[in-house]
């Protein structure tokens, strides 16, 4: 039962456009969103989250923004820069809970 | 501050054998998560350890364990090993543990089973 869902497994984007990674979650009990980056050879790295009181939060060139309506989630990167090539992932949790994580979308920034 | 690191980085298996990865989180942090990576099944949560007790546990066989020491450096250990087990392992440390505290994740190791 995969709770949390990247539809897409991979995305490409022209550099200096906008990036647009999508995620989608079953559990409503889910109060917290995060976005890890993953380079191959590295582990993830935190990106930026969003607590579920909020519908948008914005750090530099990356906003997420959170639907709770529609379970949905995304992640807008703007400009997009070569250097964002990686695989994202989404997560969630709420209380103690573990994280539990989507299956990646790989984003390849075309210069 | 150095960050979370696993030992092996690398480890070549046959199946029945037995592996234990290590994980140093970063100092001061006193959870830390296991994760499997396998493709196409993203990250999954194998268990959590917070002051040497196992807090949250994943829905992996019991031949997935794991142990947490004084200082809260974490050990996972897989026996009688199988092809499907061949996968990057993860750990990740953070101070408490709750929601809203951000994981640092360490580099991996890459177990394959051969």
């Known amino acids: 039962d995969q709770q949390v869902k990247q539809n897409s497994p991979s995305l490409s984007v022209q550099e200096g456009r906008i990036s647009i990674l999508n995620c989608d979650y079953t559990?409503?009990?889910?109060?917290?969103f995060l976005w890890y980056k993953k380079y191959p050879a590295e582990g993830p790295t935190f990106l930026i989250s969003?607590?579920?009181?909020?519908d948008k939060n914005e750090d530099g060139r990356f906003t997420v923004f959170l639907n709770k309506s529609a379970k949905h989630l995304s992640l807008h990167i703007v400009p997009s820069q070569p250097g964002d090539s990686a695989v994202y992932f989404c997560?969630?949790?709420?209380?103690?809970?573990?994280?539990?994580f989507g299956t990646g979308t790989r984003l390849t920034i075309i210069p | 501050k150095a960050g979370v690191t696993q030992t092996p980085r690398y480890l070549i298996k046959t199946r029945g054998q037995q592996v234990t990865l290590s994980c140093s989180p970063i100092?001061?942090?006193?959870?830390v998560s296991w994760y499997q990576q396998t493709p196409g099944q993203g990250l999954q949560f194998l268990f959590e350890?917070?002051?040497?007790?196992?807090?949250n546990k994943g829905n992996f066989p019991g031949r997935f364990s794991g142990r947490q020491f004084s200082n809260s450096r974490s050990e996972m250990n897989v026996s009688t090993l199988e092809l499907g087990d061949s996968a990057l392992y993860l750990c990740?440390?953070?101070?408490?543990?709750?929601?809203?505290?951000?994981?640092?994740f360490g580099p991996g190791t890459r177990l394959t089973v051969l």
């Open positions: 350890y917070f002051s040497e007790t196992q807090r």
């Open positions: 559990n409503s009990m889910f109060d917290y």
């Open positions: 997560a969630a949790n709420f209380g103690n809970e573990k994280l539990t």
């Open positions: 100092s001061g942090h006193r959870s």
């Open positions: 990740a440390s953070s101070f408490q543990g709750g929601n809203t505290d951000t994981q640092y």
């Open positions: 969003i607590s579920s009181i909020k």
